[in-house]
């Protein structure tokens, strides 16, 4: 279980401070909605240590991960931006999300290419991000953060812009990412979004 308990943060004196305070049981999506600027990626990167909170504490199964280094963290992150590495494949970038020093074995290799054919991208593990459309990039940062497989996955609004026979694709590796145990937190203002994925909701 992913516990967000009695958390309070504020960037500047002029804006109040946001409290968050919810848990999401293990293999469940919790939805963070809300109107633009209402604060949902700040709780996203409070959960991924991006930020540090002013008070309160984070836990994962009961264990405080507040106070650890972002990757130290239980968590994937997918965030608007999509940050793909440009001077490396397609292939490599999503490599290094399974395991930094590229040490793939045959089953890791062949779920990239499985996933890669999956999401329309068969065949573009050797091409640049650089030659990718924008959709393109955010089914290669989503595939990476999935195939990741850290216990917890923070989604920043995934599958915004993406074509209706993608965004269904997405949805349903998502939905057997839940099914294997995989916590999630969407933010989400994309109601399709969240009535496919979520099981609980947070409102800002
Ligand atoms: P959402 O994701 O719901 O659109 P955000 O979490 O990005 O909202 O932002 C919430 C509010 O915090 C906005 O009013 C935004 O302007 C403000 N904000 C975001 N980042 C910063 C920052 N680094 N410094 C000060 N204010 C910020
Ligand atoms: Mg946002």
């Given at each position: 279980?992913?516990?967000?308990?009695n958390l309070v943060?504020?960037?500047?004196?002029?804006?109040p401070?946001?409290r968050?305070?919810f848990?999401?049981?293990?293999g469940?999506?919790?939805?963070?909605?809300?109107?633009?600027?209402s604060?949902?990626s700040?709780?996203?990167?409070l959960?991924?240590?991006f930020?540090?909170?002013?008070?309160?504490r984070?836990?994962?199964?009961?264990t405080?991960?507040?106070?650890?280094?972002?990757w130290?963290r239980?968590?994937?992150?997918?965030?608007?931006?999509?940050?793909?590495f440009?001077h490396?494949?397609?292939?490599?970038?999503?490599?290094l999300?399974?395991h930094?020093g590229l040490?793939?074995?045959?089953h890791?290799?062949k779920?990239?290419?499985?996933g890669?054919e999956?999401t329309?991208?068969a065949?573009?593990?050797?091409?640049?991000?650089?030659e990718?459309?924008?959709?393109q990039?955010?089914?290669?940062?989503?595939?990476?953060a999935?195939?990741r497989r850290?216990?917890?996955?923070?989604l920043?609004e995934?599958?915004?812009?993406?074509?209706?026979d993608?965004?269904h694709?997405?949805?349903?590796?998502?939905l057997e990412?839940k099914a294997r145990?995989?916590?999630?937190?969407?933010?989400?203002h994309?109601?399709?979004?969240r009535?496919?994925?979520?099981?609980?909701?947070?409102?800002?």
């Open positions: 279980m992913l516990e967000l308990e943060f504020q960037y500047g004196r002029s804006i401070p946001w968050f305070h848990s999401v049981e293990a469940q999506c919790l939805a963070i909605q809300g109107p633009s600027g604060g949902k700040t709780v996203l990167n959960i991924a240590g930020l540090a909170p002013d008070s309160g984070i836990l994962w199964q009961r405080p991960i507040h106070q650890q280094k972002p130290q239980p968590v994937t992150s997918v965030f608007q931006e999509h940050n793909l440009e490396l494949d397609v292939f490599t970038n999503i490599g999300g399974i930094p040490k793939l074995d045959q890791q290799r779920a990239i290419d499985a890669l999956r329309g991208l065949g573009f593990g050797p091409r640049m991000p650089g990718l459309s924008g959709g990039r955010q089914r290669v940062a989503l595939l990476r999935i195939l850290q216990p917890v996955l923070l920043d995934p599958l915004t812009g993406l074509d209706a993608t965004r694709i997405l949805y349903a590796m998502l990412e145990g995989i916590t999630m937190v969407l933010a989400s994309d109601e399709e979004e009535r496919i994925l979520a099981d609980s909701y947070w409102n800002l």
